[in-house]
């Protein structure tokens, strides 16, 4: 019966904090299989019984109790949510008493955005740096290259467009792009429009198979995805970027946050977003 | 003293799960300014013990201990930030020792990816999501739009961009986007190459006045940004949309998380990414 256990990830919000938490804390328990399910938007008391009945049904088909992980804020929706049968894992609750006792003052206990201001400000930096990373994607645009945060180098296909964009997302940082090609090896000279940016240059680069993998997918049987012509290219790319002392990360086993969030930090970007 | 407190959101891997818990707990006190940071990839002995003594360099030039909200998995790793002099609230161990017992094994405390064939699997789905929405956006790309699992349509600027984009890195959703035009309206009719994707259309709207003030700060001044314009045609995209029978959001006060989540769920879209 273990093997059909269910978890909820439940929030009165949009539920990826939840789902975060909850699918982290999972992972450290790999040899259980846990059907995953996240429940966003519950914001109100027919919602919350809504969603006690959905959990008890699932329990009584799976043959055990499911597990529930939430980040409700509303303590009277989180009190129904809590009578399902089920183990009720409040990750918000747990931690408010001991950050009321610290801070003196009580907690709102209010859905949804208590920083109207700074959500407004928020929006505004994503878009503005999405925007930009969408027309400096590439090199599509040499306009504007030096209002950029930071201009991401590399191989075709090494991971600098989602790289950008999350960078852009989650933080609102203004990431443009720039392919590294042939051309640039023969002449061993980075391009013109970004060789007088170099201190905001960051590179990626790859593994040969990795990338051909990658490039196969897309071009399938070209010379552009050979195996001998991605190791010439991040051959050569790489030593470019030792050339002109630009630092590079390694995108093969790293997960576009991972790659985002080590770049923010090395080049000691500021974020636009919090 | 206490306008100047520290809260460090602290983790072994990007922070960025820590970070949106933390920020979300912090938000429910919104009349106490807390300076937040997050801090990644603590996961040496030594960087730990230098996170330590950060922590406690903090907390003396504030006046005020600070406070350290981790998902820290490594217990030895843990164990070592705990001793530093501030509130140590561990969104990790807390649910662990209850998920053991319930579930009736031990947790791994590996730090990383457990799941690798996993992460490979979602890596794929993210940037092949991403790819698609790049080159469908704006109706740039005609082709393989019977391929999207998703089109949302609107006027511009109304928001489609981002949360096409959001679909994608997040819940691995082919997201394309295609704009409601004026010359639409003359005809009211959907365009040509939509018209046969009806039931996965999906529609954003605006108000007015937010229209105006994004699209008068992309172009300053012309008629496209007037707030009659704006008006005329967002009343005739909505009334498109109406006769169509094509669901819409109101995108005006919704964050791009809350649209993204919401339309998953409306829409009933098979996410890719866990």
Same mark, same amino acid.
């Given at each position: 019966? #273990?093997?059909?256990? $269910?978890?909820?990830?439940?929030?009165?919000?949009?539920?990826?904090?939840?789902?975060?938490?909850?699918?982290?804390? !999972?992972? +450290?328990?790999?040899?259980?299989?846990?059907?995953?399910?996240?429940?966003?938007?519950?914001?109100?008391?027919?919602?919350?019984?809504?969603?006690?009945?959905?959990? %008890?049904?699932?329990?009584?088909?799976?043959? =055990?109790?499911?597990?529930?992980?939430?980040?409700? =804020?509303? $303590?009277?929706?989180?009190?129904?949510?809590?009578?399902?049968?089920?183990?009720?894992?409040?990750?918000?609750?747990?931690?408010?008493?001991?950050?009321? /006792?610290?801070?003196?003052?009580?907690?709102?206990?209010?859905?949804?955005?208590?920083?109207?201001?700074?959500?407004?400000?928020?929006?505004?930096?994503?878009?503005?740096?999405?925007?930009?990373?969408?027309?400096?994607?590439?090199?599509?645009?040499?306009?504007?290259?030096?209002?950029?945060?930071?201009?991401?180098?590399?191989?075709?296909?090494?991971?600098?467009?989602?790289?950008?964009?999350?960078?852009?997302?989650?933080?609102?940082?203004?990431?443009? %792009?720039?392919?590294?090609?042939?051309?640039?090896?023969?002449?061993?000279?980075?391009?013109?429009?970004? /060789?007088?940016?170099?201190?905001?240059?960051?590179? !990626?680069?790859?593994?040969?198979?990795?990338? +051909? +993998?990658?490039?196969?997918?897309?071009?399938?049987?070209?010379?552009?995805?050979?195996?001998? #012509?991605?190791?010439?290219?991040?051959?050569?790319?790489?030593?470019?970027?030792? +050339?002109?002392?630009?630092?590079?990360?390694?995108?093969?086993?790293?997960?576009?946050?991972?790659?985002?969030?080590?770049?923010?930090?090395?080049?000691?970007?500021?974020?636009?977003?919090?």
């Amino acid at each position: 019966m #273990n093997s059909k256990r $269910t978890a909820f990830f439940v929030s009165d919000r949009t539920g990826i904090t939840a789902e975060m938490l909850g699918h982290s804390l !999972l992972t +450290q328990f790999d040899k259980v299989h846990l059907k995953e399910i996240t429940v966003p938007f519950i914001d109100t008391v027919d919602k919350a019984h809504g969603f006690v009945r959905r959990v %008890n049904d699932t329990g009584a088909t799976d043959g =055990v109790r499911p597990i529930v992980i939430s980040t409700l =804020v509303n $303590t009277e929706i989180a009190g129904i949510v809590a009578t399902a049968s089920a183990l009720f894992l409040d990750s918000f609750e747990i931690f408010i008493a001991p950050l009321e /006792k610290e801070l003196g003052v009580k907690a709102s206990h209010a859905i949804g955005r208590s920083h109207s201001t700074e959500d407004f400000v928020n929006y505004h930096h994503r878009i503005e740096a999405v925007n930009y990373a969408l027309s400096h994607d590439d090199g599509v645009s040499k306009r504007n290259l030096a209002e950029s945060d930071i201009i991401l180098v590399g191989v075709s296909r090494c991971g600098k467009t989602p790289t950008c964009l999350y960078l852009a997302m989650q933080f609102g940082i203004r990431a443009a %792009n720039y392919p590294l090609i042939p051309e640039d090896f023969s002449t061993m000279q980075l391009p013109a429009q970004i /060789k007088t940016l170099r201190n905001r240059l960051y590179g !990626l680069t790859i593994k040969p198979a990795r990338l +051909q +993998q990658i490039r196969n997918e897309r071009r399938p049987g070209s010379k552009y995805a050979t195996r001998d #012509n991605c190791e010439f290219e991040i051959r050569e790319a790489e030593a470019l970027m030792r +050339q002109e002392g630009i630092p590079y990360l390694d995108a093969t086993s790293k997960s576009v946050e991972e790659l985002a969030t080590t770049i923010l930090q090395e080049a000691k970007l500021e974020r636009r977003i919090y």
